[in-house]
């Protein structure tokens, strides 16, 4: 088959790598360079920790799988599955812990209590001693665009590969037609869609309907993230706390997130100097050893279809339908394994019913959407 994929996020780049790998010819088509969107500027946390409902839990543990698996066997570089330790001081955040704990080990994920000793052995994270801690070993941090990188070096050594940056403008549905900003068309077997926050617009080129969550500030799209350079950190993995989250970033760098200081984040704006002097003072009080210096605050821009769940599969139920939409919030959990599971479904037409509930016609009927609800507790992402 000659497969058209567009965008070359996470997401965009394991769809290609699993249609290559079998066997198929693969145009990856990109508005402005590999990982440039939303995969620039995630938390990146591997986990399948607070996925509601139940099947979509089981979505991020498929993907939480895959890393540990297959990715972190190829390409060990861009994933640390050491564990993620979280701790709780204040009462709200004690009671919210204990649920999620008692949730996670209800599905046989692994979740458990240790002790503050026990966790000051596996980090340097000042914890006091009345905290309640958790650990979930299974869990971790990736690093996207590096995975993004080397998949499309790898892949642009095969023959039936090419990667264009030229924007596409315009998608057919039905004639696996797809027109670049240059002027050029180029023409499929199939199409997936895999532009992340431009979905709406494109889909709606094809006559689909694919709404994503408000692009408003304030709302769930939004959020902070504080690079530092914290030379010889020692940590591990991820680190959620009361009011804040970190992880490592390299040897000498750590990401920084508190999504209580979210409702001001505004892609348009640079973010105020205050956002990075009250992210470095929590930290400091949790890694006081650490000398952090802080880099950059970047806002991200979170990929979130209007019901918060994954969208994977045929854009219709229609015979004739040659596009397919890929497009999910989580798309660092999951996107290596959907790549497989849509690059499976596509070469053999069998459907994955692990998708069941998450196929783009859920939205075909123009009715109104619950609002989704920002993250903004610990374990929110
Ligand atoms: C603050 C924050 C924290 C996050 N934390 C986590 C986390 O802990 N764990 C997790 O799994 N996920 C997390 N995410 C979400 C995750 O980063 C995203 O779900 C994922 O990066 C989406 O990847 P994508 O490939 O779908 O989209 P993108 O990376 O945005 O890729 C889409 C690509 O399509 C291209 N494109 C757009 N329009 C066109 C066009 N017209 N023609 C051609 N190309 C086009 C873009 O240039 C872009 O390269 C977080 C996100 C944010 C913002």
Redesign the pocket.
Known sequence: MKTIV???????VSVAYSLLRRGHDVAL???????????????????SHKKHPKSYHALNYEGLKHWTHVVSAQHPETVMLHGHVEFAVEQEHRSTLEQRVERLQSLDYAARWITPAEAAERTPVHIPQDALVALFPWEGHAY?QLLAASRVAEMRRSPGFSLIID???SVSRTEGKVSLLSGTELRGDVVVL?????TTE?AAEAGVRLPMVPKEVGGAAF?Y?AYVRAPGHSLQGPITSDHLNFRPNGDDGLIL?ALDLDPTANPALVPEPQIGEELLRRLHALLPSAEAQLEEVRV????IPGDGLTVAGPATGEPENRLWI??????????PWLGEALAEEISTGQQNPLFEEFRPTRFASAEQLPAYAAPRKPGD?
């Open positions: 567009v965008g070359a996020g996470i997401v965009g088509v990109e508005a402005e360079d590999v990982a440039a969107g939303t995969t620039s500027t995630s938390y990146a946390w591997i986990n996207p924007p596409v403008v895999a532009v992340g926050n431009s494109l959020g993230l997130q991200g821009y979170r990929v890929a497009v999910t919030h989580s798309g660092v959990v999951l996107g992402q």
